[in-house]
């Protein structure tokens, strides 16, 4: 039972390199979210897709694109990554559409770093 | 926009109920309270929510007040395992979907 799975754990990119983040979730739910990370902080949506299909903006999704591929898919794209990107990384699902926050399950990050 | 207000730090002994208080004096009628945690640097961990009334889990209860300004997380025996980073989290969709999700109260569980 893998739940949300991310790949890669870990990234460095140079300034200016593109790169796409996976997810997967085998739970057949229908949210899925990209959040971002930064030091000390706490989480910050980036975008979110509430059913297959449909993907929205959150609150910080300039510098960013999403590809929701099917239900158990949603990527994220950095297509010029810059040092401000430098972050970790979570993806979530919840079975819950409209983007509900309830009983949402978290991928274990992808840690970037731009340099 | 909602947002929500926690303490930066807390202590609470091992085996003694930890009580987590969040404000979110602007919450709209029909918003639900979320709480998550995180522990070390691991993906946030779900662990109840509510709209008005109080809810039980096998985790934790929710206290929410009448007028939904306040909320209490309740971890009733807290162990050295619930030592982790605690989120109350409101969802807000005027203007457009965010979650508020603040920097969260640091619990630490000390034997």
């Known amino acids: 039972n893998a739940g949300v799975t991310q790949t890669p754990k870990f990234q460095v990119l140079k300034t200016g390199q593109s790169m796409t983040l996976q997810c997967a979730q085998d739970?057949?739910?229908?949210?899925m979210y990209w959040y971002r990370q930064d030091p000390g902080m706490g989480l910050r949506l980036i975008y979110y897709?509430?059913?297959?299909?449909?993907?929205d903006k959150g609150e910080v999704p300039n510098g960013y694109n999403v590809s929701r591929l099917n239900k158990r898919e949603f990527s994220l794209r950095l297509e010029s990554a810059a040092p401000s990107q430098t972050s970790v990384y979570f993806c979530?699902?919840?079975?819950f559409g409209e983007g509900t926050m309830a009983e949402a399950f978290f991928g274990q990050g992808t840690r970037l770093t731009v340099v | 926009d909602a947002k929500t207000t926690q303490p930066t730090s807390m202590d609470c002994a091992e085996g003694r109920a930890a009580n987590l208080p969040c404000n979110h004096s602007t919450i709209s009628g029909n918003e639900y309270v979320y709480w998550y945690r995180q522990i070390h640097s691991q993906g946030p961990q779900y662990i109840i929510h509510g709209l008005k009334n109080n809810e039980t889990n096998e985790m934790a209860s929710l206290i929410i007040t009448e007028d939904r300004k306040s909320s209490t997380l309740i971890l009733p025996h807290a162990t050295l395992r619930d030592t982790a980073v605690y989120y109350c989290i409101v969802r807000v969709t005027a203007g457009g979907f965010k979650t508020i999700f603040g920097a969260g109260t640091r619990l630490f569980v000390k034997a």
């Open positions: 979530a699902s919840s079975e």
């Open positions: 897709s509430a059913s297959e299909g449909t993907t």
């Open positions: 739970m057949n739910h229908n949210s």
